[in-house]
């Protein structure tokens, strides 16, 4: 049985949904899908990162489902969607078959979104940027503390020199078999250096952990596989929507160079923000920001007027 998924009290509880559905993907995976806000008010889609869940953006969606439709999926394996089986029920192809059937499912026919991905829920978005039916759905993106390639080479988990001995020491800690086992006071410190930036909170750094140690060894270790040879480089190419990217300064597992990769790349990159001290976590590190982020862009291309902040581009 799984473990709790979630805190139960304080700012980052999850909110119960309007309604849940499940939406099936083109292998037949089932996919839990949560419903928050009005149905008629404009539509934000959120894909969360390896090992967590839609517990993830608890914040996201309590600043925004008073004004807008909130949509989250767990992704496969994650939450409450079950595990999927094979390698090819592994892959970005999968992830962006997800992506798509999660559109299709809580869309209504001519009804575009704003779509947000965490680290790889970003992953998941740039693989489905060729597909035409996410061509179709998507107005804007905003990608959160992510990169389409590289991911355990540029990682700064282990404090050694850049090499091949770094890279393999790094896929093997992140790609371990071994069950994180229960939230304690090392766990927590382990999961905040590795994760979190410094000055994180305990409450923060409570929340990311809860979630990301209920997801399944099995689960973590299925998914560090496709990460570690992750290459979506020409994925990038074929996101045209416009698409605002966020890292965070002090990210050690995507470090601050695949966001500004992604920005330089991007045929449509609508601002760079860099979050300065902010780890790899950052829609629960610095919820304002990223809230703010989806605000924007639904404001420019839903033409909802529930603005509070801007994207900004920021030079390194």
């Known amino acids: ?48 990162g390896w090992t967590c869940s839609t517990a993830f953006w608890a914040a996201q969606i309590k600043a925004l489902a008073a004004t807008h ?15 999927a089986t094979g390698e090819e029920g592994h892959s970005t192809t999968a992830l962006a078959d997800d992506l798509v059937a999660v559109l299709e499912a809580t869309l209504a026919p001519g009804e575009r979104a704003v779509v947000a991905g965490h680290s ?5 978005i740039m693989a489905a940027a060729g597909r035409p039916e996410f061509a179709e759905r998507a107005a804007a993106a905003l990608l959160c503390s992510t990169g389409s ?34 939230v304690t006071p090392v766990a927590r410190k382990i999961l905040k250096y590795a994760t ?27 998914w560090s596989r ?11 190419a074929r996101l045209t929507v416009p698409t605002a990217v966020i890292g965070g300064t002090a990210d050690r597992l995507t470090p601050i160079v695949h966001a500004r990769g992604l920005a330089a790349a991007l045929p449509n990159c609508v601002g760079l923000t860099e979050l300065t001290g ?15 982020a989806l605000r924007e862009l639904a404001g420019l291309y839903l033409g909802t ?12």
């Open 1 to 48: 049985m799984r473990r709790l998924m979630h805190v139960v009290s304080g700012p980052y509880t999850p909110p119960v949904a309007r309604r849940e559905l499940v939406a099936v993907s083109a292998d037949g995976a089932r996919l839990h899908v949560e419903v928050h806000g009005d149905e008629d008010a404009p539509t934000v889609v959120l894909a969360h």
């Open 69 to 83: 439709r909130v949509v989250a999926y767990d992704q496969r394996g994650h939450g409450r969607s079950p595990a």
């Open 120 to 124: 790889m829920g970003g992953m998941t």
């Open 149 to 182: 390639s590289g991911l355990v080479s540029e990682a700064l988990v282990l404090p050694v020199r850049a090499g091949r001995v770094r890279t393999r020491v790094t896929g093997a800690v992140l790609g371990s078999r071994a069950p994180l086992g229960p």
């Open 196 to 222: 979190m930036g410094p000055g994180s909170a305990p409450d923060k750094v409570e929340a990311c952990a809860r979630i990301v140690h209920a997801c399944p060894a099995k689960v973590r270790h299925a």
């Open 226 to 236: 496709v990460l570690a040879g992750l290459d979506l480089d020409a994925d990038v």
């Open 278 to 292: 902010m780890g790899h976590m950052t829609p629960v590190e610095a919820p304002e920001a990223v809230t703010g």
């Open 305 to 316: 007027t529930d603005l509070d902040t801007t994207v900004k581009e920021k030079t390194p």
